[in-house]
């Protein structure tokens, strides 16, 4: 399922008995409410995660962008989520800019 356009996608890279991964979760839980869809990836589940997160978790990205390691900022991360959204709603107006321009030139050439 594709998340709503406006909300940004926050992952938890985690795995079982990590008491920091719990704490980032926490933080993550409450900074993010109705503001991000947050996805939990437990990183032993995969072997290339495992390879590539294994001492360094939890680690969170947001949209793809790594935003923490280790600990999480509530702080840090509310402003991730701020620019997260300023991203997308960027691509949006290049998007309905790109959309208006397409149909001036149609209109311009069909006359």
Same mark, same amino acid.
């Given at each position: 399922?594709?998340?709503? /356009?406006?909300?940004?996608?926050?992952?938890?890279?985690?795995?079982?008995?990590?008491?920091?991964?719990?704490?980032?979760?926490?933080?993550?839980?409450?900074? /993010?409410?109705?503001?991000?869809?947050?996805?939990?990836?437990?990183? $032993?589940?995969?072997?290339?995660? /495992?390879?590539?997160?294994?001492?360094?978790?939890?680690?969170?990205?947001?949209?793809?962008?790594?935003?923490?390691?280790?600990?999480? $900022? /509530?702080?840090?991360?509310?402003?991730?989520?701020?620019?997260?959204?300023?991203?997308?709603?960027?691509?949006?107006?290049?998007?309905?800019?790109?959309?208006?321009?397409?149909?001036?030139?149609?209109?311009?050439?069909?006359?």
């Amino acid at each position: 399922m594709t998340p709503p /356009a406006h909300r940004p996608v926050v992952t938890v890279f985690t795995r079982r008995r990590c008491g920091l991964c719990r704490e980032a979760e926490a933080v993550v839980a409450a900074v /993010a409410r109705r503001r991000a869809e947050v996805r939990l990836v437990d990183i $032993d589940s995969d072997d290339a995660l /495992a390879a590539r997160y294994t001492v360094r978790v939890p680690v969170v990205t947001v949209d793809g962008v790594e935003v923490a390691e280790h600990h999480v $900022d /509530a702080g840090t991360l509310r402003a991730a989520l701020r620019a997260a959204r300023r991203r997308r709603g960027s691509a949006r107006a290049d998007a309905a800019g790109q959309r208006f321009v397409s149909t001036l030139v149609k209109s311009v050439r069909g006359r």
